[in-house]
């Protein structure tokens, strides 16, 4: 195929000449060429978008410059043999992408592949992209400039695959054998690629182009290659269906007749189909199919199944012709080998190192708290931006608190610390549990327990960390244990109040509604709080409350650690410990002590009715029924000195110091003290009894500066003594 220039080039070849000629070299070099493109408007605007123009114009000059010139006389210009070396180059790149045109961006192509070369020296040193870039943002000049006008479709609209991102590219052999049965095929030759966001279709694809590019495929494919169908551009000036489809015609055409062409398209949502309403004016899939049936084309396509799904509900027959190869997450060692070749180009990009042992932290980490995208696309994102955070922040290498930092930035939340800072707080969480809820080392200690179990792999692994039923009377601190507890294990805690789904049809919400109802594509509350923080304390308070329907959910939930929303997919609550409280049977509870059993506590006997309110089967479930104690005096003073303790706290904003003296301690207690009513007792008495005389004392009292309020009894209540 005879390759013609385009006349950027033929000027650029003329300027270089002129240049060199008027320093009186002998020979002509790729470094006349680059300085004569540079001076070009568009090419100029294109490296400049991508580097500085002026850092490559001074390298070159320089090199120029110390070229030896001829003596004064006649000479004869000659073209070096680096130069030729370079368009032998780019012309082969042409030839291999299919274009009967030399084009500006593959001579820049072809400056990357020359050895030692003060031309690629220049470009490397000015470019802050990646060379892929690079190329595309000349390509989108070129294409502007129209000049593709002339060229066959399937060239127009299409674009060869030039380099393979390497370090992306890690197992998949046994995906990658069955794509080429696939293409050898005699019918059905096309492949849908499925998988999940950043799994890595796009790098799939790359690795099989690279693998046609070695020429390690069966004899059928020889001498094949991938070119990658831009819908965009097919669309963008197609005003009319005829339109559209006269460029598919062309571009299958042209394709057919070369014969050796396997067509790629990145998203199958940018071909259309998905709709009715539009006369199938985008319909690009449907155009394809025809021409699919006799095997005239061969059609690559990724996708996810949320894509294939919305395309089948239209058309549940447009992807007959394609056999699916479903691409699964990575492994996390597999992952963590793509990241080990990754680290170094990010050491080389931001000019610092990585700490050992960062790219096995960065996928464990990604995996366990990024979870809209699949490995291995967020974990390198997660290297990279802590990359990023650690040259802005002028650090010297990237170390796992930087890691947790820049994690920290994509999440917008919280990120647990290192696995040391883990292990202490889970060794000490039992003693910090109790330091906060008073009265109930019982159930700290089972639910401690159980967590501990499950953290060490002793547990079965299909299940929740941990399946709960807080049982005791109100105010004793089952609510409050779960907040705690959320905070010891650095999760977030996702509470729901049960009594909210006391109606039938209200239980549906927390799954999702039925095809056909509103609120169909909202998804269920509590599914998508799930997906998106599957690593938390699920809390269901006062689950007596809600219809008995919402007991089949929990069961799945509690057997299989998975339910499924509305659309079918499936939710993990594997990493979910749940929380379930329940005042049932409260009312018999302070009953239970009549007659001759008079040691059997309220919440025992709560525990006791809990069995009639709830079915066998689901108590059966249940990794513990902990049983709350009843509020005692004890207890209630420990409480009430917490109390004061952050009433206190507060009151150091206002240098104000709270003094309680023992009769008016004891006459707060007597009043906050009740079995009923629990630790909301107490709180109530200091709002109503302390926090007044003290807000009216702040704001009128005569007091410049801090003072201490000295509490004491009355008669009446209570009375307040500044000093």
Sequence with gaps: MAIHDTEKITVA???????????????????????????????????SACGVVEDMESILNQYIDQLEQMPDGNFELNASSQLQELIAIAENAARGSGFPILKTHHVM??????????????LEQGLEVSVPAFLNELVKIESEEGVDEGLPAEIKWTRFFRECPAEEIVGRENETREAL??????????????????VGKTAFVHGLAKTFQEGDVPARLKDFTIKELMPNMVLSGAQYRGDLEGRIEDIVKGLAEDGKTI????????????????????????????????????????ATNEDVKRLQANDSTALDLFRKIELEEPSEEETGKILEKTITSFSEHYDISYEDGTAAYAVSMSRRYILDRCLPDKAIDLLDEAGAYAMTAKEGKVTKKIIDKALADICKTDVQASDEDVKDDLYHMEERLKGRIYGQDEAIRTITETILMSKAGLMDAGKTIGSFLFVGPTGVGKTELSKVL???????????????????????KLIGSPAGYVGYDDGGILTETIRKNPYCVLL??????????????????????????????????RNVVLIMTSNAGARYAHTASVGYERKVSAGSAMAKEVKKVFAPEFLNRLSSVVVFNDMDEKMAGMILDDKIAKLQERLEGRKVKLV?????????????????????????VLNSRLTPMLMREILFGDHKEGFTAVITATEDGYDIRPE
Aim: overall charge negative.
């Design 263 to 302: 067509m790629y398209v990145d998203e199958l949502r940018s071909l259309g189909g998905y709709s009715k309403t539009d006369d199938g004016m985008k319909d690009i899939i449907g155009l394809l199919t025809p021409y699919l049936k006799d095997s005239s084309v061969k059609l690559i396509i990724g």
């Design 181 to 198: 049965r696939i293409l050898c095929r005699k019918r059905k030759n096309n492949i849908l690629i499925v998988g999940g966001r950043g």
């Design 13 to 47: 070849v003329s300027l270089a000449s002129s240049m060199a000629l008027s320093r009186r070299n002998e020979f002509l070099t790729p470094e006349h060429l680059l300085a004569a493109f540079l001076k070009d408007d568009d090419i100029r605007a294109a490296v």
């Design 540 to 573: 269901l308070d006062e689950i007596e409350k809600a219809h008995e329907d919402i007991y089949n959910l929990l069961l799945q939930v509690m057997d299989y650690a998975v339910i499924s929303d509305n659309k079918g997919r499936k939710v993990d609550f």
């Design 109 to 122: 192509y072809a400056y990357f592949q020359l050895e030692d070369s003060h031309a690629r020296y220049a």
């Design 660 to 684: 309680i003296e023992p009769e008016a301690y004891r006459k707060l207690l007597g009043e906050g003290f009740s079995p009923e009513y629990g630790a909301r007792e107490i709180e109530r």
């Design 486 to 508: 959320a905070q010891q294990l650095h999760v977030p805690l996702h509470r729901f109040d049960m009594s909210e789904y006391s109606e039938k049809h209200s239980v549906a």
